[in-house]
């Protein structure tokens, strides 16, 4: 599932491929006063675009919409289907079925899905997440090689385990692993060892 994310361009837009707004339905909407200021909660249920393996399929997922400082909330019970995020530079403008809308300075939005990790938002990389850099091939040691040994290394080298045990694990758990394990050795500190 993915974070409340603020409502702006860039994450309207992310949303929109993967979910289809034009044919969502309004599940909840409660406008609040809070101090002098409204405040508004809207709920969503917006199909997906992309393949999902359900059986049976189930209800699309709600798309949660927290706004604050309301300034125009406009809404028709009968006419429910449909919606549209906007947000500008002035605000956000959400038009909900053919005359519906709700303005506000801000928000944040949460898609409670799932599958969301199936979207095409939800398989690319966050922004700034380290990307693997390739690996060069690993020398391999040939009869006609004319390097001296000493100049190549088949593997890396690891350091052998360390044994720890968890806190309920009576004592005699934590050395058997440990004389069982070539090469392991208790974690130094832990139970008055090295």
């Not at 400082?69 to 429910?80: E, K, P, Q």
């Not at 898609?111 to 380290?130: C, E, N, V, Y």
Request: glycine fraction near 10%; charge should be positive; proline fraction near 14%.
């Amino acid at each position: 599932m993915p974070p409340f994310c603020r409502l702006t361009r860039q994450t309207v837009d992310d949303l929109v491929p993967d979910y289809d707004l034009a044919t969502a339905t309004v599940r909840r909407l409660r406008v609040e006063r809070a101090g002098t200021r409204l405040t508004a909660f809207l709920q969503l249920l917006a199909p997906r675009r992309y393949a999902v393996d359900e059986s049976p399929p189930e209800r699309p997922p709600p798309l949660k919409v927290a706004l604050e400082g309301v300034t125009d909330a406009v809404f028709d019970l009968s006419d429910t289907r449909g919606a549209a995020l906007d947000p500008g530079v002035g605000g956000i403008e959400i038009s909900l079925g053919s005359g519906g809308r709700l303005r506000a300075a801000g928000g944040e939005y949460c898609l409670d899905d799932r599958s969301w990790h199936l979207s095409a938002a939800g398989r690319r990389p966050p922004a700034g997440a380290l990307t693997p850099s390739p690996r060069p091939a690993p020398a391999r040691r040939t009869a006609d090689d004319s390097r001296p040994p000493d100049t190549w290394v088949p593997t890396p080298v690891l350091p052998p385990p360390s044994c720890t045990r968890h806190a309920g694990a009576p004592l005699g758990a934590l050395h058997r692993p440990c004389r069982s394990c070539p090469g392991a050795r208790p974690v130094p500190g832990f139970l008055g060892s090295g």
